[in-house]
Structure formats: C-alpha cells, structure tokens
C-alpha cells in the first residue's frame, strides 16, 4: 500500500515538474521573441524611381493661324532624370530654321517637372510642330499641325496685326519643379524668345536679386546655376526676362533631396 501511495506521490511530482519546465520553456521562448521583435522585419527600403519620361500637357493636335501671325505651342514633361525637349518643325531641329534647341548640364539624381513652348512666327499649311521630351535613355513625342485660315478669315487676322503692339519677351523652356541631391550642381534653364534686345535676371528664394554670388550665378544663356546644393537652398527662384515691350517671368521651385 505505501509503494502505490509513494509512487501516486511520485507521479505527481514528475508531471507537475514537467509543468513547470514546460511553462518555463514557453515563457522563456516569449521572453526570446520578445526580445528579437524588433529584428524579425528588417525596415522597408527606399524606394528608388526608376528612369522615365512623360509628356504630361502635350500641345494642342491642331492650331489655326493667320499667315504672317505669331502663336505659341506648349508642352510640359515630367522625367528623372531631369527631362530637356528639343522642337522639331516637319521632322528637322529648330536649329536649322531661326529657332535654337541647346542642351544644359543634368545631374542623373535630378527629377523635374518642366514647360517647353515654341514660337511659331512663320508657318506654312500643314506644318508640323514636334516636342520631343528625353529623360535619360527615355524619349517621348508629341506633334502639333499648323494650318493656316482662308482669305475671309486671313484679312481679318492681318487687321488684327497691324494694330497689334510690339511683343514682349517669352520664356521657352524652365523647370516648373526640380528635385536633387543635395551637393550636387543644378542648372535651371530660362531659355526665350525675344524680338528684340532683353535681359535676363533671377531672384533667390528670398527675393532677393542674384548678383556677386559665385556659388549661385546667372549664365550667359540665361540660365542659373546652383553648385554645392545645400538644404536651405529649397525654395522658388524667379526669372525675369525685360525687353523694352515688357517682361515675362517664370519660377523655379528647387528642392534639395538625400542622396539615396
């Protein structure tokens, strides 16, 4: 009788120790993943924007002109990096007509947002206007056919003209908005059409006039360069271009980026 008593007692003892160990063993592994939590889901990484290019507001298909008149065609591209658009007319660069197409410098960390507009000052019936827009290897176009009115419509648009008073300035090509690494140089282009003398100047983020500066300095195209991008340097940077007609102006909003 006392040896099953002793070995009821036995038992027992055995299965409550086995409870325990196993409570301790499973508060153990908790105390474990506990503690490993925070290392089980490595943080999600950033994000990187792969090249591209796209013309987000392309000119209009088809626009009616007076022959002799002047009108403007528009197109806005957005790319990484930074996009630059060339005009065609009929399939040949504007360079080989009065028009000039020249390329700045674009750092590959760079995305923007940009407006491209050609001065359409002589066209023919059927001409045909092309915003080629490149980010990168990326490339895309869009067209626009010029045709010119009839007679009726023609005399018309010449009376118009004679009474017309001289043009002011148009600024052709800027960025809208430009993202870049900060540490790198950005030059934001402020590219125009003018039919007579004009000058150029910009204004900082502060509004206040760039002039002196050899970090932040105006081209001799027009353009304004930003070498050694600084974080406070974000901000809208203004270009103006005078002639003795009036002035256009245009702004820039920069925003300086972490390297990725």
Request: aromatic content about 8%; overall charge neutral; charged content about 20%.
């Amino acid at each position: 009788m006392i040896n099953l008593v002793s070995l009821l007692v036995a038992a027992a003892l055995v299965s409550l120790q086995c409870g325990f160990e196993a409570h301790a063993q499973i508060e153990g592994k908790n105390d474990l993943d506990n503690n490993l939590q925070p290392n089980v889901a490595p943080p999600p990484k950033r994000r990187i924007l792969r090249p591209f290019v796209n013309i987000s507001d392309p000119p209009p298909k088809s626009v009616r002109v007076a022959p002799g008149t002047r009108t403007e065609l528009v197109c806005e591209v957005i790319g990484k990096p930074a996009p630059h658009a060339q005009w065609l007319k009929n399939g040949q660069p504007l360079g080989d007509y009065d028009e000039v197409n020249e390329i700045f410098s674009i750092h590959p960390s760079s995305l923007a947002r940009m407006t491209t507009k050609v001065v359409v000052s002589s066209a023919a019936n059927g001409d045909e206007y092309t915003c080629v827009a490149t980010a990168g290897l990326k490339q895309q176009m869009a067209t626009s056919t010029v045709y010119t009115v009839d007679d009726d419509e023609a005399n018309i648009f010449t009376l118009e003209a004679l009474f017309r008073k001289p043009t002011k300035p148009v600024i052709t090509e800027y960025y809208n908005e430009i993202f870049q690494d900060i540490g790198s140089s950005a030059v934001l282009p402020c590219r125009y059409y003018s039919g007579s003398k004009a000058q150029v100047y910009w204004l900082d983020s502060r509004d206040e006039l760039i002039y002196g500066n050899s970090r932040i300095r105006v081209l001799p195209t027009g353009d304004l360069l930003v070498t050694n991008i600084r974080w406070e340097d974000m901000g809208n940077y203004t270009c103006t271009v005078k002639n003795k007609h009036g002035k256009d102006t245009v702004a820039t909003f920069l925003y300086p980026a972490k390297k990725q």
